[in-house]
C-alpha cells in the first residue's frame, strides 16, 4: 500500500511556530480517528517557511484531505 505525504505549507515571521503547532493538531486528529499510521513532523525551510505534515495510506487520503485541507501532497517514500 503506498503511502501519502499530506503537507501545509505556512508563510512569514510566524511560520515556523505555526507549522510546529499546527503538528500537534494533526497528532490529535490521528489519535481521534484512530489512523494506522503516526507519522507527522514539521520542517523548517527557511526563516520565513515552514511546512507540517502528516503522512497516510492511500486508502485513507480522500477522507483526510477533505477534512484537514493539505495544500500539497506528494507519495511518501520511507
Same mark, same amino acid.
Given at each position: *500500500?503506498?503511502?501519502?505525504?499530506? !503537507?501545509? =505549507? +505556512?508563510? %512569514?515571521?510566524?511560520?515556523?511556530?505555526?507549522?510546529?503547532?499546527?503538528?500537534?493538531?494533526?497528532? $490529535?486528529?490521528?489519535?481521534? $480517528?484512530?489512523?494506522?499510521?503516526?507519522?507527522?513532523?514539521?520542517?523548517?525551510?527557511? $526563516? +520565513?517557511?515552514?511546512?507540517?505534515? *502528516?503522512?497516510?495510506?492511500?486508502?485513507? *487520503? !480522500?477522507?483526510?484531505? =477533505?477534512?484537514?485541507?493539505?495544500?500539497? %501532497?506528494? !507519495? +511518501?517514500? =520511507?
Amino acid at each position: *500500500m503506498r503511502k501519502i505525504k499530506l !503537507i501545509w =505549507d +505556512f508563510r %512569514g515571521l510566524a511560520a515556523t511556530k505555526t507549522a510546529e503547532h499546527h503538528e500537534i493538531h494533526l497528532k $490529535e486528529y490521528i489519535q481521534i $480517528e484512530k489512523l494506522s499510521l503516526n507519522i507527522t513532523g514539521f520542517k523548517v525551510i527557511n $526563516e +520565513f517557511y515552514a511546512i507540517a505534515f *502528516m503522512v497516510v495510506e492511500e486508502q485513507n *487520503m !480522500i477522507p483526510v484531505r =477533505d477534512a484537514l485541507k493539505p495544500h500539497r %501532497g506528494e !507519495i +511518501f517514500n =520511507d
